[in-house]
């Protein structure tokens, strides 16, 4: 069993304050297009916005900051711009951690590692370690992450760990080799850009999340549209697969 539980397993609370929120940042390339910048330009406004969405997420209370930086299909992007997003990358590994670690922000990057060079996967290693015992905000990177990639990784990892099981393998057999077992499922998955699509993001995860699309590109999320987005949270009925009438009683059964 997890620590946390499962929104198909058991119904989870539904707090008023998202206590997980994942973010898929889109937008930065249009940002920079409209002002005449080359995309590289958004990249640099978007990690500001990373920033600013951190100390928003540390001052409402929220738990969980879970990011979509890179996807494993954001490879097929012209290599001098997955070569500018790695550099960007390291420099903000080089340059946040130390405010991380003062504001008790615990840093980890999901994804598949393997793929980045050396250098940066070592940097990686080091700010996770750094910020090990920070409890304030766990804030997650998605890098070199999909989703499949993601529920393939723990199906692989559970068939060595209990090979006796297989065939008879539950949903609470799997979870802990998910990359995000150590939090809960996202409450609020927001997506900037306007693009009405998961694009691989925390498949497993968002069983019963509550979606957030906007128009907004990444680089003008600022806090205003993070409180919108919260607003909008808090209008949602939770249902978790029961009825309206039944919220309303407190004696509902799970
Ligand atoms: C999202 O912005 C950032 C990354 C994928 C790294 P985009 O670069 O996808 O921006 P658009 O969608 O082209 O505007
Ligand atoms: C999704 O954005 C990935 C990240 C924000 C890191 P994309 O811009 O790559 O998504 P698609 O290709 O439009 O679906
Ligand atoms: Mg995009």
Known sequence: MGIFSSSTREIPS???VPGHIA???????????????????GHVKGVELVRELVRACLERGVGYLTLFA?????????????????QLFVKALEQ?????????????????????EPRLQTLIRQAEEA????????????????????????????????PEKIGQWTEADLEPYLSMAFAPEPDLYI?????????NFLLWQMAYTEFYFTPTLWPEF???EFDRAIASYQQRERRFGRTSEQLKEPSSHA
């Not at 890179?70 to 790695?86: A, D, G, K, Q, T």
């Open 14 to 16: 539904a707090p008023e």
């Open 23 to 41: 973010v898929i940042m889109d937008g930065n390339g249009r940002w920079a297009k409209k002002r005449f910048l080359p995309r590289v330009a």
């Open 70 to 86: 890179f996807s494993s299909e954001n490879w097929r992007r012209p290599l001098e711009e997955v070569s500018l997003l790695m």
């Open 96 to 116: 946040e951690v130390e405010r991380l670690q003062r504001h008790g922000v615990r840093l980890r990057v999901i994804g598949d590692l393997s793929r980045f």
């Open 131 to 162: 910020t090990a015992t920070n409890t304030a905000l766990h804030l997650s990177i998605a890098a070199n992450y999909g989703g499949r990639w993601d529920i393939l990784q723990a199906a692989n990892r559970l068939a060595v760990a209990e």
């Open 191 to 199: 997506r900037t850009g306007g693009e009405m699509r998961v694009s």
């Open 222 to 224: 600022d806090r205003v």
